[in-house]
């Protein structure tokens, strides 16, 4: 059994091992190799998947034809385009795995079985969304505030083990940079 | 008793009127005149609002000094910087009613204590943070993908008394537009 999910919820809520059994039995474990893809753009999404270990990223198609990465998940995090999810609707989004990666995967007919049952994952997952919809907004506010130059160097002062780690290409697309202008942007710092 | 607040939760989760009226009893009415600021930029934002009537927007102060509004919330909309609500630290943010406006207010220590009596509310409150939290990608995502012209008129398409309603140097930090370019855009549409 698997206990980094335990460690995650107890974070936010009280449960005990014993509760922590039954709750993990609604998810399934997924193992990913590099660009394996979960969901791919015009299917229906209904899953939500959380991070174990590795890293994975949303992305769409834009109207030329590139791949944009809208967001990232690594280690403890949950990812989904979550307005398709609530609506069980069709997404745009690819969500595929950046590295070799573990996942928990839970289908919102298991989650709601899961929320009728453990009511208090239901304070678990208002919390971890209540962060993800603050981190979002606060995005925005970088987008609108400062220079793509400045964006990646405040991205990189905050997750340098990231930058270094995930492909400068996929960096790029969801700082909004060309890769072409990444790459000049490394290249300042070493010099 | 006000019950717009009732309509928006059933919605989303199974309360009678009775119960309804327990809940609203957690809630602060406040009457805002046109500018009246809710939270300052600086302040700890430890509240989160609901809108009755009206419509608030939430703005930040950019490096130049200029307003950027960055979220807006008319009728059934919460608003709040949700991250510093989360972790009950400073916001960046002013939340300010942009015109006449009637909002429920919780802090959040009635929060936690309504969620405490009245388990029900943690699934509302998770269903909402879900809509909000895509909504808010959705929102980055057309940044990524449309020009700015785009952005207004696929905005003006689905919020068309939206538009109309909010003064247009509003709609502009909004869109990231300035608004001369914003005044040309709407010309263009009458031409």
Chains 1, 2 share one sequence.
Not at 34 to 46: A, M, P, S, V
Not at 98 to 112: D, G, H, K, P, R
Not at 179 to 188: C, D, G, H, T
């Amino acid at each position: 059994m698997d206990i980094k999910l335990y460690h995650h919820i107890k974070r936010f809520v009280d449960i005990d091992t014993k509760e922590y059994e039954q709750i993990i039995g609604y998810f399934d474990p997924v193992t990913l190799a590099k660009k394996d893809t979960l969901i791919y753009g015009g299917e229906k999404c209904d899953k939500i998947y959380f991070v174990l270990e590795g890293c994975l990223h949303a992305y769409f198609i834009d109207n030329n034809g590139a791949e944009k990465t809208i967001q990232f998940a690594i280690k403890d995090w949950w990812i989904t385009d979550f307005l398709a999810y609530h609506h069980r609707s069709k997404t745009d989004f690819f969500i595929q795995a950046v590295e070799v990666s573990e996942v928990l995967c839970i289908s919102y007919a298991q989650q709601q079985k899961l929320l009728s049952c453990h009511p208090v994952m239901d304070s678990y997952f208002r919390q971890v969304y209540e962060i993800g919809y603050g981190a979002a907004i606060k995005r925005l506010q970088y987008i609108f505030t400062y220079s793509k130059e400045e964006i990646f160097y405040r991205f990189r002062d905050e997750f340098p083990e990231f930058v270094n780690r995930i492909p400068q290409y996929l960096v790029a697309t969801y700082l909004g940079l060309t890769p072409e202008y990444l790459s000049k942007l490394r290249s300042k710092k070493v010099s």
